[in-house]
């Protein structure tokens, strides 16, 4: 089976501007998780989706969305970018539920100038 | 207070030794119970997966779970320098918004 992908691997961007990243899941896994990731913060949890429904939302502002597609392949969006939003940016995907083992993608790393 | 505690490191240890993590964890009534390894500039990778009381065992690798006093281990047995990494440990919580909470991981160097 083809593992998660991510696009794009890199991105770079200014303040003020908005991103949109994509991740599609393994085949057959439904639910999506995305975490951001920076030196000394470990992995934040941002939200989940399951059936094209955000199932969890960890504590982010609503700067910060992501839907999923029939097809289980789920974006996440950021708008009007911060200098502090530069990160590593993974998704995970779960059989069923985001509580059990969870597969990562490669991430996208994003700057913002 | 953090909800899943592990010691940053570093851990340093010689080539063909025993590695040994730990993770401590507050909600008792977490579940599930995992180990990540996550190499410098890469993405996390499961490792071990751990659900009941005792040792699991997957080749090098061994889990320890004991939910009576909340702690999650791992052993790594004759460790390589190829171990090197960052091992995130990651726990299920209880409650209606499941998910995993995780560690900030612990930083391994294997000596040659």
């Known amino acids: 089976k083809a593992g998660v992908t991510q696009t794009p691997r890199y991105l770079i961007k200014t303040r003020g501007q908005q991103v949109t990243l994509s991740c599609s899941p393994i085949?057959?896994?439904?639910?999506v998780s995305w975490y951001q990731q920076t030196p000394g913060q470990g992995l934040q949890f941002l939200f989940e989706y399951f059936s094209e429904t955000q199932r969890n939302k960890g504590n982010f502002p609503g700067r910060f969305s992501g839907r999923q597609f029939s097809n289980s392949r789920s974006e996440m969006n950021v708008s009007t970018l911060e200098l502090g939003d530069s990160a590593l940016y993974l998704c995970a995907s779960s059989l069923e539920r985001g509580d059990n083992e969870q597969f990562f993608g490669p991430g996208t790393r994003l700057t913002v100038l | 207070q953090k909800e899943v505690e592990q010691n940053s490191g570093p851990l340093s240890v010689p080539e063909g030794a025993i590695a040994s993590l730990n993770c401590t964890y507050s909600?008792?009534?977490?579940?599930?119970f995992f180990w990540y390894r996550q190499y410098s500039g890469k993405s996390p990778e499961l490792i071990m997966s751990i659900y009941s009381n005792g040792d699991k065992e997957d080749g090098r690798f061994t889990a320890q779970l004991n939910k009576a006093s909340q702690y999650v281990s791992l052993l790594i047995r004759d460790s390589q320098p190829s171990d090197s990494a960052t091992y995130l440990c990651?726990?299920?919580?209880?409650?209606?918004?499941?998910?995993?909470?995780w560690g900030l991981g612990t930083s391994l160097a294997v000596n040659p």
């Open positions: 909600d008792r009534g977490s579940q599930s």
């Open positions: 990651a726990v299920s919580n209880a409650g209606n918004n499941r998910k995993l909470i």
């Open positions: 085949s057959g896994h439904r639910s």
